[in-house]
């Protein structure tokens, strides 16, 4: 499974559930589940293993104007 996770998921501002993500783009949470595991959509783990999405980037992709990530 890719998931691409980061080590200071507050330095980018809020997180957002997969529900939330999903009410914004108007799809169902697992297809975020899923835009994350293709990694289409960068994901941050919380410490139960759960998924989070940083807000800036959300609201970008939802603008049209995606930005470059940093290669790892």
Excluded: N, Y
Excluded at 18 to 34: I, N
Excluded at 58 to 72: D, F, I, K, N
């Amino acid at each position: 499974m890719a998931v691409t996770t980061t080590e200071a998921p507050l330095s980018q501002g809020a997180l957002l559930t997969p529900g939330e993500v999903a009410v914004l783009f108007r799809v169902d949470p697992k297809t975020v589940t899923r835009w994350a595991q293709a990694g289409k959509l960068s994901a941050v783990r919380t410490l139960g293993g759960h998924r989070r999405f940083h807000e800036s980037e959300v609201r970008q992709l939802l603008t049209g104007v995606p930005t470059q990530r940093a290669a790892e």
